[in-house]
């Protein structure tokens, strides 16, 4: 109790004979709050407590379902005056891992980014390492990658509609959610063989054809899927406490959406109609029809309303896909040591979150030179810093459970 | 001023008796509660003169500052003993009555929300409507760790989260279990090679059941919780005789 | 291939310009040096020709001999993805100015470069580790910081892993780093 601290400069100089101040000399892996001296401008101008306010903690492990997130609140009574995220409870150092091994084995660590939406996580990889080796991918292969994309999209949305309501209190709409999303994951893992992290994508095309089993599954759900998610969504869209608590929360004009970097339902929320399938193409979505739900008001029940129409046109693009399957190889014949040109290589795909993209460096190796994976929830977690602040702690976990991170994704 | 002390009929009577003043009178507060309003950080400090323990070493006496370090704590024995057991009078009930405690925690082991990543998806899959893991009373994930009998460590631990997670194990009441899900708590699994990963929660906590898996299947998730309630029933693994770290020889 | 943005570009920007305007599928590469990162993406932001609001990415990239920052930006009036590479820090003392002026968002993309490479983004009002401890000593991203190889360690170290198969035969850990001219 009375020896010093090991790391001298970030606990607070206090007296150690003070009964009231227990140092945890053990615990140095936990930042203590407030750290001192402050190391940045901001760390100081939020570290500073005004006229009654107080820090709460919401720590690595807490009830919300998002993953390992530490918040640090200042609090006034329940207001929210201001927060700071403190992430890395999950960093796994994928990126330096992905430039260790081969162009192959990298899709496999680009998987648990982001769990729940793993084959959007792998697509702008691959799309990257077939722009580098000039690869051209056969048609079946990119209709059954956007038949496995937006299962996997509706399979993340209905995950989202789960936890909106679980973080506003509800129990019985993630079992609904849930439900959906196991019927998916089996689905998907007749096709890939795993429920969740597939690792289905290759470079040039994908890892096996349709099977019997996926397309009777599919056929399945297909027949009852429209009605089994009205029924899912209307549980929650006429229930009143929900909609009047998300009404008119955490509301992001454009500016502010373009400011933060925002992409994908948050930013299609706010009143901007962009989406990279129709605004930066790629694979075969000149060919499909679907339209891209946009709403004006920016807040809250807006993005949730914004990804139920996503599910629908989900719905849709994965029946004219099935129509239009046309026939050939998967996919493309690729020698098993790839040794691309050097060059340089940017793709982006369009995921339920927004923009997953990847920037991919190539020496002229086996392996990459410098994997740089770009992930929505990440840039769209420093908004909870503009949008969390002068509400009450409940609202404020609608409004973190609204933008819809995960915590693989920003932690890489 | 002290409550003046007056026996006989004078009590209740007469314009000095203290009772008759009323309590929020400047001159009639007892001494005891007299709080130094000037400095509102001060604690309201009791001596503990009322009640003494027998135990010498109770309530910090003798011991060091406390040992937050596993390794130590499985050094100075503290953690074997059994407190779970029966005490004082009842220690003469036969151990049948043990294995009727054993099973009432077997069906009944409340696990703790931790899920960290992946793994956690599959967690929250076989603790839901298609494979319900409340089939075996498994049903309420504690928010709190000190409500929790088993910590099921679901997904990578990196080490930024290894101290939290230690803390919640620690912070875990007698008796429980850990089960480790998924490669990367067994192993260290796909990123085995990575700077900021434990290779295994083994390292840091004991772990009675390993669920190996990328993620194991709500299925596999749920035969490992099984063989946990046999292990506990069995009173296999039981918790002083755990040992601490990688039961693979170090130079391998 | 957007051949009108490459013209604009040359127009607007020539002198700043420290390669040609590269153009490869998809995408146009210009580079810069880092004091210029400011004004350019200023005027690309804000000049009615460009019109580059949304920043799509802030990448640090450490190359063995330099340190790049490269930010990846798309705006309505082009099909391409327009990248700016900051090229030419130093891998002692890397600094550039920050976007955080433009973009409030990149401000953890600026984190996350510092944590990972050094890089210091002067303007950035909270520069600290995002995704490490914040006591970690190294930065992990740059080409001179190995992993620890369980491998190298074990009985089984004289097998010649997949992993080692970019390095000489007889290299070690910690010796070899990669360098690439990008």
């Known amino acids: ?107 496999a660590y680009l998987d648990p980014l982001e769990y729940i939406a793993s084959l959007f996580c792998e697509w702008p990889g691959v799309l990257a390492f077939e722009k580098l080796l000039d690869v051209q991918v056969p048609r079946r292969a990119e209709y059954i990658r956007v038949l496995a994309t937006e299962l996997n999209r509706i399979l993340s949305h209905s995950m989202f509609i789960g936890w909106m309501a679980l973080d506003l209190g509800g129990l019985t709409p993630i079992l609904y959610g849930l439900i959906e999303r196991d019927e998916i994951a089996e689905m998907l893992g ?117 990804r139920i129409d996503e599910i629908k046109q989900s719905l849709r693009i994965i029946d004219q896909v099935i129509h239009n399957m046309p026939d050939g190889p998967v996919i493309a014949k690729l020698p098993r040591l790839l040794r691309p040109r050097p060059g340089r290589a940017y793709a982006a795909v369009e995921g339920p979150r927004g923009q997953y993209a990847a920037y991919v460096i190539s020496d002229g190796t086996d392996q990459p030179f410098r994997m ?10 420093q908004a909870v810093g503009v949008l969390m602040p002068g509400h009450l702690i409940a609202d404020a976990m609608a409004v973190m459970a609204s933008l819809d991170p995960i915590m693989g994704g920003v932690d890489k | 001023m002290a409550l003046s002390r007056k026996s006989g009929p004078g009590l209740g009577v007469g314009p000095d008796d203290a009772t008759q003043v009323s309590s929020d009178a400047p001159a009639n507060e007892p001494s005891a509660l007299t709080v130094n309003t000037t400095a509102v950080g001060q604690p309201i400090v009791v001596s503990n003169t009322l009640w003494q323990s027998a135990d010498p070493n109770a309530y910090q006496g003798n011991l060091e500052p ?33 294995y009727v405690l054993d099973l009432i925690r077997a069906n009944s082991l409340w696990p703790l929300l931790s899920g960290l990543a992946c793994c956690a998806m599959e967690m929250m899959s076989s603790a839901t409507s298609r494979n319900d893991m409340d089939r075996w009373g498994m049903f309420p994930f504690r928010a709190s760790p000190r409500q929790a009998d088993v910590l099921i460590v679901a997904g990578t631990l990196t080490t930024k989260m290894a101290g939290p997670l230690v803390r919640l194990w620690e912070q875990m009441p007698e008796p429980k279990w850990c089960v480790a899900m998924g490669d990367c708590t067994c192993s260290g699994g796909r990123y085995k090679r990575s700077y900021a990963t434990v290779e295994g929660i083994d390292r840091v906590m004991p772990v009675d059941v390993y669920v190996p898996g990328c993620p194991p299947r709500p299925e596999g998730l749920i035969y490992g919780m099984m063989k946990l309630q046999q292990l506990v029933k069995d009173r296999r693994g039981h918790w002083p005789d755990r040992a601490i770290g990688p039961t693979v020889p170090a130079d391998v | 291939m957007d051949a009108a943005l490459k013209r604009r570009l040359e127009a607007r920007f020539g002198d ?41 990415d802030v990448a640090g990239v450490d190359t063995g001999t330099v340190m790049q920052v490269v930010y990846h930006l798309w705006g309505d009036t082009s099909s391409d993805w327009l990248r700016i590479v900051a090229d030419g820090l130093s891998r002692e003392d890397p600094r550039v100015p920050s976007v955080t002026f433009l973009w409030q968002g990149a401000e953890w993309m600026e984190r996350e470069a510092y944590d990972m490479f050094g ?63 990008a």
């Not at chain 1, 740089?372 to 977690?381: A, E």
């Not at chain 3, 390669?19 to 210009?30: G, M, N, S």
């Open chain 2, 66 to 98: 406390e040992v937050t370090h596993l390794r130590e704590f499985e050094a100075s024995g503290a953690g074997r003993r059994d407190d779970a057991r029966w005490s004082g009078a009842l220690e003469i009930i036969p151990t049948k009555a043990d």
């Open chain 3, 16 to 56: 700043r310009l420290t390669a040609p305007v590269y153009q490869r599928h998809d995408e146009t590469e210009i580079r810069i040096g880092p004091g210029d990162v400011p004004d350019v993406c200023r005027t690309l932001h804000d000049d009615a020709d460009f019109r580059f609001i949304l920043l799509a």
């Open chain 3, 119 to 181: 890089i210091t983004f002067e303007g950035n009002r909270d520069l600290r580790r995002i995704y490490m401890p914040p006591d970690y000593q190294s930065f992990p991203l740059r080409k001179d910081f190995f992993l620890p190889d369980d491998a190298a360690r074990s009985p089984g170290a004289g097998v010649r892993h997949m992993e080692q198969s970019h390095a000489p035969r007889n290299a070690r850990p910690g010796e070899t780093m990669r360098k690439v001219r």
């Open chain 1, 372 to 381: 740089r994976i770009h992930d929505p929830s990440f840039v769209h977690l």
């Open chain 1, 190 to 306: 007749a096709l890939t063989g795993q429920r969740l992290l597939y690792n289905y994508l290759r470079i040039g095309g994908v890892n096996g054809d349709l099977n019997h089993e996926f397309m009777s599954r599919l056929g399945d759900w297909m027949s009852r899927a429209t009605t089994q998610i009205e029924a899912n969504t209307t549980l929650l869209n006429e229930n009143e406490i929900f909609v009047r608590r998300m009404r008119g929360l955490g509301t992001m004009d454009k500016e502010t959406a373009f400011r933060m970097a925002m992409t994908g339902p948050n930013l299609r929320a706010s009143g901007v109609p962009l989406d990279f399938r129709r605004a930066h193409p790629y694979s075969v979505f000149p060919e499909l029809e679907f339209d891209i739900p946009t709403r004006e008001e920016g807040d809250c029940l807006a993005r949730y309303l914004v």
């Open chain 1, 1 to 107: 109790m009375t020896a010093a601290p090991p790391h001298g400069h970030l606990h607070q100089e206090v007296p150690s004979d003070d009964p009231r101040v227990q140092l945890d000399e053990a615990a140095g892996v936990f930042e203590p709050v407030p750290p001192y001296p402050p190391r940045t401008e901001r760390e100081a101008e939020f570290y500073t407590l005004g006229d009654g306010e107080m820090f709460i903690n919401m720590g690595p492990q807490h009830p919300s379902t998002h993953g390992v997130l530490r918040i640090v609140l200042k609090l006034d009574g329940e207001n929210v005056v201001d927060l700071d995220p403190v992430l890395g409870y999950l960093h796994r150092g994928v990126e330096k891992l992905c430039e260790n091994s081969d162009y192959h084995h990298s899709i």
